[in-house]
């Protein structure tokens, strides 16, 4: 009975461990997590006039920057079919506007995405045996250090206010 609730207490704990976080941000001022910065800035803004009621409308520009001086890889999952998949890149980050309307087709929310990374791999030959020969290949996905991951959206929300956001952060793991 004892080892049952250990064993419970423990999957309980690495559940808590690996879960994914929920952060607000501030305009201008970036969440660090695990070497990350996640942020956002607001590009352009204007007022606009839906069905009779005043808004305005921001274009904010979604970012996740890289400064842990190392590399933020995201590996394919084991067993699963990579092979399949339809799209170039994987979410590294949702941000979500907490404000946010929806009106005239705008966002509410938006992603950051890691682009796919390429390296030399080494396999064997079978026309040779006992030799090698080296393709290029997809390792999985990353984020190189100093590099910035953004994303564009247009959200609208009431006149008077400034867009507000939060952010799922999404683990990813240290290559030294």
């Keep these: 009975m004892r080892k049952t609730a250990v064993l419970l207490l423990l999957l309980c704990l690495q559940q808590l461990a690996f879960s994914q976080q929920v952060v607000s941000l501030e305009e201008g001022k970036p969440y660090v997590y695990n070497g990350l910065e996640y942020g956002y800035y607001i590009t352009n803004e204007s007022s606009k006039e839906v069905k009779g009621e005043d808004y305005d409308r921001y274009?904010?520009?979604?970012?996740?920057?890289?400064?842990?001086?190392?590399?933020?890889?995201?590996?394919?999952?084991?067993?699963?079919n990579n092979n399949n998949r339809t799209e170039d890149d994987i979410m590294i980050a949702e941000f979500n506007c907490t404000n946010a309307t929806g009106k005239r087709l705008t966002a509410k929310k938006g992603t950051v995405s890691a682009k796919p990374w390429y390296v030399n791999v080494r396999i064997p030959d079978e026309s040779v045996k006992e030799k090698y020969r080296t393709v290029y290949a997809q390792a999985g996905y990353a984020l190189r250090s100093g590099q910035t991951a953004t994303n564009r959206i247009i959200v609208i929300v009431p006149k008077g206010d400034r867009p507000k956001f939060n952010c799922r952060v999404i683990f990813l793991q240290d290559l030294q």
């Excluded at 274009?59 to 699963?80: A, D, H, M, Q, W």
């Design 59 to 80: 274009e904010v520009n979604l970012t996740v920057t890289n400064n842990s001086g190392c590399l933020k890889l995201i590996p394919f999952r084991p067993g699963g």
